[in-house]
């Protein structure tokens, strides 16, 4: 079974920083792997999405990496504001299925 | 264009009461998934449905949920009895499919407390 293991559990950094949170997955036979954002009490929003023939996603301040073959990917937030202060979760879509598996999440705040 | 839509937002019931969530997909989304997240856990999925066919409901506790697609559109998950431990956040998601390369949308999810 693909397990996802997100680290750090918890973060806190000042505005302004940059900053990167970290996925890892067992099974690197994957179809691709999401990054979602959590805010208390809400759903999910997706943030990136990165097919598993591709290296890297952005969106505005957001990177996304992945590493298939070492199963890895890495979230780099830039210039990190309060609004940023939410839940961050990792999720693969692998081969032997087609439902996300999900990581525990980062729990980000950022303080002004 | 609207996202995907649950009902109710809140939910509070007797254990041993039964419950019912509702969610409508994304137009257009055929494959429609309902997750269940505990507090401090990532969501699990509990049933994927394509169209109106169950094709994989294996985490799915059959003893006392149920859950259908009908016309292959908006979808109901029962809880019948409700236990204590059935309090948790129940997550609607929908894709265009399955095939690895479809984003996964989700709706605001049911929060459940059972007494």
């Known amino acids: 079974k693909q397990e996802v293991t997100q680290i750090p559990a918890a973060l806190s950094v000042p505005e302004g920083e940059n900053l990167v949170l970290n996925c890892s997955f067992t099974?690197?036979?994957?179809?691709?792997l999401q990054w979602f954002r959590q805010d208390p009490g809400k759903g999910l929003t997706s943030l990136l999405l990165i097919q598993s023939s591709q290296r890297e996603q952005t969106s505005g301040r957001l990177n996304a990496s992945l590493d298939k073959s070492s199963g890895r990917s890495t979230l780099y937030i830039a210039a990190s504001q309060p609004g940023d202060s939410a839940t961050y979760l990792c999720a693969v879509n692998s081969n032997s299925g087609y439902a996300l598996n999900f990581g525990k999440g980062t729990s980000l705040l950022v303080t002004p | 264009e609207a996202g995907v839509v649950q009902s109710p937002r809140y939910k509070i019931i007797e254990k041993k009461q039964p419950v019912a969530f509702w969610c409508n997909p994304i137009s257009g989304h055929n494959t429609l998934y309902w997750y269940l997240q505990n507090l401090g856990q990532g969501p699990e999925l509990l049933i994927r449905?394509?169209?109106?066919?169950?094709?994989?409901d294996s985490q799915l506790p059959k003893d006392r949920f149920s859950a259908e697609r009908l016309k292959g559109v908006d979808s109901t998950l029962k809880i019948q009895p409700a236990e204590l431990g059935d309090s948790a956040v129940y997550l609607c998601a929908s894709s265009l499919g399955v095939q690895g390369n479809y984003e996964q949308y989700f709706g605001p999810g049911t929060r459940l407390t059972v007494t």
């Open positions: 099974d690197s036979a994957i179809y691709n």
């Open positions: 449905y394509e169209n109106e066919e169950a094709v994989d």
